[in-house]
C-alpha cells in the first residue's frame, strides 16, 4: 500500500533516561495509529532531554503538533491510543490538517 502524504506521527524519547515498558507502549500505540491512518511513523531519541516521552504529528513541513505526553508515567495501551486518537480527531477540524479530514471517519469509528 502507498502511504499518501497525510503527515507522519514521531515519538521523541530521551535515548539516556527512558524505561523500555513505558517506551513500548507509547511506541506501540502510536504505530498502531499510523498505520490504520497510512501515517508515516518515526522513532525520534534524543541524546539528552527530559524523561517524559512524547507523540508529535507532523504534516507537509509544517511544526510538528504535540499530540501525547506520558508525563514520565506508565499508561496502557488502550488509554494511550485513545488519548491519541482524541487528538488526531481533534485535529482533522483545523483547516491546516486537510489531510487528516479524509481520515476523520475512520478515527471516529476507531472510538
Known amino acids: 500500500m502507498f502511504k499518501t502524504d497525510s503527515g507522519k506521527l514521531m515519538v521523541y524519547v530521551s535515548a539516556a533516561s527512558c524505561p523500555k515498558q513505558r517506551l513500548q507502549s507509547v511506541k506501540s500505540a ?9 501515517l508515516s511513523f518515526e522513532l525520534v531519541k534524543q541524546a539528552s532531554g527530559p524523561s517524559p516521552i512524547y507523540v508529535y504529528y507532523e504534516c507537509g513541513g509544517q511544526e510538528p503538533i504535540p499530540i501525547y505526553c506520558d508525563e514520565g508515567k506508565n499508561g496502557d495501551l488502550a488509554e494511550i491510543s485513545s488519548k491519541i486518537r482524541s487528538m488526531m480527531f481533534v485535529l482533522s477540524f483545523h483547516p491546516r490538517y486537510a489531510a487528516l479530514r479524509q481520515a476523520r471517519k475512520t478515527l471516529f469509528t476507531l472510538s
Open 30 to 38: 502510536a504505530q498502531e495509529m499510523a498505520k490504520q491512518l497510512n
